[in-house]
């Protein structure tokens, strides 16, 4: 294999470019490929720690039934067999593929030409139905097709950019570097949308921290406003767009005043008419918006909200210009492309007699579905209610990403039968499987990924897969074909799939569809290898790829006219109570990715945020008697799980924040999706993940335990526990409230009761007890118990494993669960790249008088490679400078 790989990262829907390297020992380094469109050679903290990642400790290594490792064919005959028969007894709807925006395009385009082609029934609906299906719905309502309008340049070339429901700086965090780096150029006015002050707000002129859920309402009065001060642009919306007058009448009736929509919204008046004020009066403006906008019961309309105001202002397709979705995963728009989402065919065609009778041809398909199938949440119930006897879940983890996830557990356990096909040996979702089948990822896999821009980039492999893994493509078109569809499915190459896939996106085209990459429909496996980045539409007219699309019309509604949306404010489905008083708001960390299992292999940034956890704001935390670092039992009328306290004054009172990341793989009762209930928005059937009533109090655990091992701690069993990879070390934390007898004896089940030296501290009456197990003077296991909330921190615990030998210094240190005499506690991290801790940082603003984020780069080198805690470094300053005598810092540093 090459020994520098050009390649795309496997996270967020920016879709970096990365060079993969490989040094004389075989050890890799993966850096940002300054070639590439998307980044110009920028990674974020994630992106930097890919090479750490690629470790295949946990990796699923044969195909598994029941318990049994088997072979390949032994495993691919009975899934071909079950499935048959499950489809000749009970039909095609019997039967479902869930799957994947980490899937490669080729993959994804397999999976669907069976089910839709082949099987005749659209039952393949995807993880991305998450993500963005609001986002596909409002597009498809406006353009007549799922086109994102722009390119991320236009970030960077506009004068105003709109933030809505997007953590930028967390979530697509090279597209926030981009930004941030524009606005130090030319100035560029941040405006953030977003019921939280997150990291996002660093950079921003104004935070509008919105009441949860009343988008379309600001974006309707934005869209009175801007008719009201002569903001049309008559040649653009006369000419190439339909449907104002009831859009503006719509809006007029649900925004009838400024005072009203401040006071609905939970906004200053003052603030919403500054913000409205520049939004007027900024031609280039871009609004980008995520998971805040689309994860609701009203995604779809609160997208056509924002698409109205850039309809009305003809700002779309222009540079600086136009309506901006991401997506969350790597793959989501590949997904898109092919026909992923259960309601749509291949190719970005629909369920239209016209578009079923073509794809039918193209295909030779002998059971064309005719009708859309099951989206992800009805999926699943109707797996629950036995409609779904036969299910194949392919690279996602749904028993923890999906709402309700105790009742996906119990339908994946009463479906007679399960596949699951996936890289790792073990997640939430395979204890339910009937056959298991191993794949390759990231480094292994060969195809093609879609970014947020319509950009399609290789992810090419550069290391052998380990065992019998294989190729998510490969594996269907096997099963395929053990089904009777030889003929159809004999490709021998992921290049072939992806000619396939290109020429269907060509056939019958003539420009009436968006998605064209007819210019490559003709591509030999060579110049697949070698294929560049590029945009589509890529059509076959030789004029090259389309960067921007819409500036002039030329939308793909029949009439070929953009469509205004009439929509009105809804309320979220789900309503706060007396017993569920607080809303829950979830998302995404700086440095975890879906349910971790690539990112917790990487001890930098593992410890960024260790454990599952609840924000909540200071007031409301001291009405419910919760203090940084307590426990939290947080109910909804779905479920309960246990989280860590953080004290955070950027949420609203009434309101908390919980990650997603955190499965029963390596947690105890750490699943937010949990609590969250199946209710969808009722276009796009995309579930309301941002506004679940939930009810808080405080957990009191009898003890509290940290356990820092060498091997992987093993026996655990608590309330609560959570467990991440550290440097050379797995770092557990745990909480009961069980008695315990015999410490001595726990301590030694954690540490694997080796015959090593031993070291223990026991305080029974102040319920503390501390244990270490020692070998040739190397610290292996290091046991902290206290019935307080005063355990050490896990950065100073982990440290101690880099020691080769303890000295009586280090040896007391252990026992007294806290660094010896001057030794320094870097404290929790916050620069992942350079493994910077706050207690590091707050040390050099007080000593070495660095007052700024660049002063603290040049100091301590954090935040100077990705830049992804630039935001936490400036959020510490701020608290550091204004502190006891901070108003004589503060002038040193304005
Ligand atoms: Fe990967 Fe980070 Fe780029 Fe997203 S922003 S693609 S996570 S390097």
């Not at 056959?435 to 950009?455: A, I, Q």
């Not at 009439?566 to 708001?585: D, G, K, M, T, W």
């Not at 007052?851 to 935040?863: F, N, P, S």
Request: charged letters at 20%; proline letters at 5%.
């Amino acid at each position: 294999m090459a020994s520098a790989v050009r390649t795309t990262c496997p996270y967020c829907g920016v879709g970096c470019g990365v060079v993969v390297s490989k040094d004389e020992n075989g050890a890799f380094s993966v850096k940002g490929d300054p070639e590439h469109p998307a980044n110009f050679g920028r990674l974020c903290s994630k992106g930097s720690a890919l090479a750490e990642t690629l470790v295949d400790d946990s990796r699923l290594l044969r195909p598994i039934i029941g318990e049994t490792p088997i072979n390949w064919k032994a495993a691919l005959d009975l899934i071909a067999t079950e499935f048959s028969k499950t489809i000749e007894q009970h039909g095609p709807d019997s039967v479902a593929f869930y799957v994947s925006g980490q899937l490669m395009t080729e993959a994804y385009y397999v999976a669907n030409k069976l089910m839709k082609g082949y099987i005749g029934s659209a039952n393949i609906d995807t993880n991305s139905r998450l993500c963005m299906a609001s986002s596909v719905v409002g597009h498809k309502r406006a353009f007549g097709s799922d086109t994102v309008p722009g390119t991320y340049r236009d970030l960077e070339l506009a004068d105003l950019v709109v933030l809505v429901g997007t953590n930028l700086a967390w979530c697509h965090p090279v597209l926030y570097q981009r930004l941030a780096a524009a606005k130090k150029e030319h100035g560029t006015k941040v405006v953030v949308i977003d019921p939280r002050r997150t990291a996002t707000c660093d950079i921003a002129d104004m935070h509008l921290p919105i009441k949860s859920g009343s988008d379309v309402r600001l974006f309707n009065a934005l869209l009175s406003r801007l008719a009201t001060d002569n903001r049309l642009n008559p040649t653009f919306a006369e000419q190439y767009t339909e449907g104002l007058d009831k859009a503006l009448e719509a809006a007029n009736e649900d925004a009838p005043n400024l005072r009203a929509v401040a006071e609905a919204c939970g906004l200053p008046m003052r603030d919403l008419a500054q913000f409205f004020d520049w939004f007027c009066a900024t031609d280039k403006t871009v609004t980008v918006y995520s998971q805040g906008v689309n994860q609701s019961s009203q995604g779809a309309d609160k997208v056509n909200a924002i698409l109205n105001c850039h309809l009305l202002t003809g700002r779309i397709g222009q540079p600086g210009c136009g309506p901006f979705s991401v997506t969350g995963q790597p793959n989501a728009m590949g997904g898109r492309e092919v026909g992923g989402l259960a309601n749509t065919l291949a190719a970005h065609m629909d369920f239209d007699t016209d578009s079923i009778d073509r794809v039918q041809r193209f295909w030779d398909a002998p059971n064309m579905a005719t009708k859309p199938g099951l989206k992800a949440v009805d999926l699943f119930d109707a797996v629950h209610s036995g409609k779904i006897k036969a299910l194949w879940i392919m690279a996602t983890n749904p028993a923890v990403s999906l709402p309700e996830a105790d009742k996906v557990r119990e339908a994946l356990n009463k479906c007679p039968f399960v596949v699951v096909s996936d890289c790792v040996s073990s997640n939430d979702t395979m204890q339910y499987a009937d056959v298991l089948l191993p794949t390759t990822t990231w480094g292994e896999r060969d195809g093609t990924v879609t970014n947020s821009e319509r950009r399609i980039s290789r992810q090419r492999p550069f290391k052998r897969p380990p065992g019998d893994a294989r190729e998510d493509w490969d594996i269907i078109c096997d099963v395929a074909r053990r089904m009777g569809y030889k003929d159809a499915f004999s490709f021998e190459t992921v290049a072939e799939v992806f000619k396939e896939h290109a020429q269907l996106s060509a056939f019958e085209n003539d420009g009436q569809r968006d998605f064209d990459i007819g210019g490559i429909a003709h591509l030999g496996p060579q110049a697949y290898e070698v294929l560049e980045p590029f945009q589509w539409p890529l059509r076959s007219d030789g004029k090259g790829e389309q960067e921007r699309l819409f500036g002039s019309g030329a939308f793909f509604a029949a009439n070929g006219k953009g469509q205004f949306i009439a929509v009105s404010h809804r309320p979220p489905e789900n309503h706060i109570s007396e017993r569920f008083p607080f809303i829950l708001n979830t998302g995404r960390v700086r440095d975890h990715w879906h349910t971790m299992t690539r990112t917790g292999l990487s001890p930098r940034l593992a410890l960024h945020r260790s454990e599952p956890f609840l924000e909540i704001g200071p007031d409301d935390a001291d009405v419910l008697h919760l203090s940084e670092g307590d426990l939290a039992e947080v109910n909804s009328p779905k479920g309960r799980v246990l989280l860590r306290v953080r004290l955070d004054d950027g949420l609203q009172p009434g309101t908390v924040f919980a990650p997603i990341h955190w499965s029963d793989t390596n947690s105890a009762n750490g699943v937010v999706g949990r609590l969250i209930a199946g209710v969808t928005d009722p276009y796009s059937g995309q579930p309301e993940s941002k506004h679940t009533p939930v009810a808080i109090a405080k957990f009191l655990p009898k003890w509290q335990a940290l356990v820092v091992s060498r091997i992987k701690t093993s026996g655990a069993s608590a309330e609560y526990w959570a467990s991440v990879t550290g440097h050379d070390c797995t770092i557990t934390t745990f909480a009961g409230t069980e008695d315990i007898t015999d410490w001595q004896k726990w301590a030694r089940r954690m540490s694997g009761d080796s015959g090593h030296e031993w070291l223990t501290f026991s305080d029974p009456s102040g319920g503390r007890h501390r244990f270490a197990t020692l070998k040739n003077g190397r610290v292996e296991s290091a046991i902290f118990v206290s019935n307080r909330n005063d355990l050490p921190s896990l950065e100073w615990a982990q440290a101690q494993f880099a020691l080769d030998r303890l000295d009586e210094r280090d040896r007391s240190g252990l026992l007294a669960g806290r660094p010896a005499n001057d030794a320094f506690d870097p404290g929790p991290m916050v620069c992942s790249c350079f493994s910077v801790g706050v207690n590091t940082i707050r040390r050099a603003i007080a000593e070495q008088n660095t007052l700024t984020v660049e002063a603290i780069g040049a100091a301590l080198q954090a935040g100077t490679n990705c830049g992804s805690c630039k935001p936490e470094i400036q959020a510490l300053l701020d608290t550091e400078l204004t502190s006891a005598d901070g108003n004589m810092l503060q002038q040193e540093a304005s």
